[in-house]
């Protein structure tokens, strides 16, 4: 996502390279580069205009401070204005004082919206609470289908009533039946259509008015473009709903949607989700991604993910055997597995500050890890636990047995072995740093 806008910003800069102080004519090239990548980032053009116009009054009122360039400057006036355009700061969702909470998603057909409802249900669930998934898309043939798998994935109950086709009444035979069995949150799928129709209009505005949800979530393909913001406007001008979701953000799309979103709706971005896996989701944070935008990376959401995925037990077990140099294949493979379920290796990397760029024009598919993962799983136990048994023959029948080459087998091995050595170089220094620090201070004679 943003990897085009991102370059072409990027580029944008590079006008002020050089430059020892800002003027009116360099700041006019400059903006006018940044105002043409918002714009064919499918960025509505008065908001790129009004955008651009606040950069450069921004820009012209600034004083150049000792040992900050013109274009580092300008690099923080624009990520401070984007990160206003988005919205200034995160916003979460509303829940009730006396539950259940009643959350209603919509949005139009393909969008998403199953998919994010049983993302939003995983999501909520890891925060502590009982959430039930509503099937009120009666039209839409496999739509309840579905969200019973995908209530199965994340193991949240789903509300269905297979022959009912009345929307109105599942939804509120579904809160009934969600305060009988103590469920505090009640996610309702609605159904959508391909495109906005008076009849999908006044069905989600019944289901409003019977419902009185504390929350209504319009999610959005962000892979439609200005498309995306049109719908949005449609949608709001009927619902008034609370915020939006950005879907599909890991697809081929530019991304200006979710730049100008919340200046035409004057809605909040709430949620962004990439990808299918039920994990896929994140909490939208303006700021973070002004960073991503200008390649600035974004650590604070790779530790959150890290977070979510790392046991605090098993770290205290692999430092341990960090230091006791007793880290083996099988500790490194369960590693590789937490890693992938943090996400898109691509999006992973270009979290880090000053990667986005070195890889943007790198291939790096979910399945980097595939080979190492079937080496490792074609060892014999005791081969993980001490690779100094691999000799020849049994690297050959590693290779065969992983499909890959011997060649690829001694690779691994030999990057493993770099490792442990700087592990063990690592616990060196540190024990001599302890000693040292243990050590009575030196008296002066």
Do not use: W
């Not at 651009?52 to 820009?59: N, R």
């Not at 909520?124 to 309840?144: M, Q, T």
């Amino acid at each position: 996502m943003f990897e085009n806008l991102s370059s072409k910003i990027d580029r944008a800069f590079r006008t002020l390279k050089g430059s020892h102080r800002i003027t009116e004519l360099n700041i006019a090239e400059m903006v006018k580069e940044i105002r043409k990548a918002l714009v064919e980032a499918d960025v509505n053009y008065k908001v790129a205009k009004d955008f651009t116009a606040k950069v450069k009054d921004e820009a012209l009122g600034q004083d150049i401070l000792i040992n900050v360039s013109p274009s580092q400057l300008m690099v923080k006036i624009v990520h401070d204005e984007l990160t206003k355009l988005m919205g200034g700061k995160n916003e979460g969702i509303t829940f009730s004082a006396k539950p259940p909470s009643v959350i209603l998603i919509a949005g139009l057909q393909g969008s998403g919206k199953t998919t994010f409802s049983g993302k939003l249900a995983r999501y909520l669930k890891s925060k502590g609470k009982n959430p039930l998934l509503v099937a009120c898309d009666v039209y839409r043939p496999a739509a309840i289908d579905q969200l019973t798998v995908l209530g199965e994935q994340v193991e949240v109950p789903v509300y269905k009533e297979i022959e009912n086709k009345n929307a109105v009444e599942i939804a509120l035979n579904a809160v009934e039946f969600a305060k009988k069995n103590a469920k505090d949150v009640v996610i309702v799928d609605t159904a959508g259509r391909l495109a906005v129709d008076e009849q999908m209009m006044n069905e989600i505005a019944a289901v409003k008015q019977a419902l009185q949800p504390d929350e209504i979530l319009f999610v959005v393909d962000a892979m439609t473009g200005q498309d995306a913001v049109n719908t949005a406007k449609a949608f709001n001008d009927r619902l008034n709903f609370d915020g939006v979701v950005l879907t599909k953000l890991d697809g081929d799309t530019r991304g200006g949607a979710a730049i100008s979103i919340r200046t035409i709706v004057e809605k909040p971005i709430k949620f962004v989700s990439a990808g299918e896996k039920m994990d896929a989701l994140d909490r939208f944070h303006p700021e973070r991604m002004a960073s991503r935008i200008l390649g600035m990376g974004d650590v604070v959401t790779l530790v959150e993910r890290a977070q979510e995925q790392f046991d605090v037990e098993e770290s205290k077990r692999l430092q341990a055997k960090f230091r006791q140099n007793e880290f083996d294949f099988d500790d490194f493979l369960k590693q590789l597995r937490t890693i992938k379920k943090m996400g898109n290796m691509k999006e992973l990397l270009g979290m880090i500050p000053g990667v986005g760029k070195a890889i943007k024009d790198t291939d790096i598919p979910d399945d980097a890890f595939k080979g190492i993962e079937a080496i490792i799983l074609s060892m014999t136990k005791e081969e993980r636990l001490d690779p100094v048994l691999i000799s020849g023959s049994r690297r050959k029948r590693i290779a065969d047995g992983s499909g890959t080459s011997v060649q690829e087998v001694n690779q691994l091995l030999k990057q493993f072995g770099q490792m442990k050595k700087m592990m063990k170089t690592m616990n060196k220094l540190s024990e001599k740093g302890m000693s040292m620090k243990n050590m009575p201070m030196m008296r002066g004679r």
